[in-house]
């Protein structure tokens, strides 16, 4: 017969391993970091090529100041918007997931003890304790539920304020990046000056971006680089081109 310390020592180990599973983290972008990246690159590429294609077509800089202007209220309002219902959606898909999980582990109640020890065999867990390990967890629905929710689904609980934050992010920043490139029109006399400048002060900002971007993703740093500043580049060239074309 097993002693009072042996139980008491096997029961702190095994909860001190459920502990460790769930502290577990890798390296990853916060969730305010996603929505800053989304909103600064859409802000740099979008206003730069729509003011670089009417460069190709008007030589008033008010033109294309007021049409920037107009773009990045339009595109901020869009992009915070959407990042709100993103935002709604994941909250509204975690607690949906809850309520069904909830639901299972009282009418579904052994079918959820055999899928809590499939999670457990993944790891090396003899059978019997998978059994002894499980039936402790289902005295606590809650725990289990939150234990389930992550392992079986993968799924994290959201912040509830999680939408509000990501509106005011992304629309905070797409302003702030569209802004960069319209920059240099309030100080040209023309357009096509306008451009050259706003080409110059966009493009050194793309390379910035794509470097912090990089960094904070744990991507190569060139790579990231050479890539955000191509896509913006080729969208004003494009951009430019057909405003020429229909010009």
Not at 24 to 37: L, T
Not at 55 to 75: F, K, P, R, Y
Not at 88 to 112: A, G, P
Request: aromatic residues 8%; contains cysteine.
């Amino acid at each position: 017969m097993r002693s009072k310390p042996l139980r008491k020592l096997k029961g702190f180990l095994f909860c001190n391993f459920i502990k460790i599973l769930a502290m577990e983290e890798h390296f990853k972008s916060s969730e305010k970091v996603r929505d800053f990246v989304i909103g600064m690159s859409d802000g740099l590429t979008v206003p730069f090529a729509l003011a670089a294609g009417l460069s190709g077509a008007v030589n008033s800089t008010d033109i294309v100041i007021t049409a920037g202007l107009a773009e990045i209220a339009a595109g901020s309002i869009a992009m915070g918007l959407g990042g709100y219902l993103a935002g709604r959606t994941e909250i509204e898909h975690y607690e949906s997931e809850e309520r069904r999980e909830y639901d299972e582990i009282i009418h579904k109640h052994e079918i959820e003890i055999a899928e809590t020890k499939e999670i457990f065999a993944q790891y090396g867990i003899n059978e019997e304790l998978q059994e002894k390990i499980a039936r402790e967890m289902a005295k606590k629905p809650k725990e289990w539920v939150d234990f389930m929710m992550r392992f079986e689904l993968g799924l994290e609980r959201p912040d509830k304020n999680r939408a509000h934050t990501s509106a005011v992010i992304i629309a905070a920043s797409y302003i702030l990046g569209g802004l960069i490139p319209l920059s240099a029109y309030f100080f040209t006399p023309t357009a096509q000056e306008g451009l050259i400048y706003s080409s110059v002060i966009t493009l050194i900002c793309l390379v910035i971006f794509g470097l912090v971007k990089s960094k904070l993703t744990g991507q190569p740093l060139l790579k990231g680089a050479v890539r955000v500043t191509l896509i913006g580049a080729a969208a004003a060239a494009a951009a430019f081109a057909i405003a020429k074309m229909i010009a």
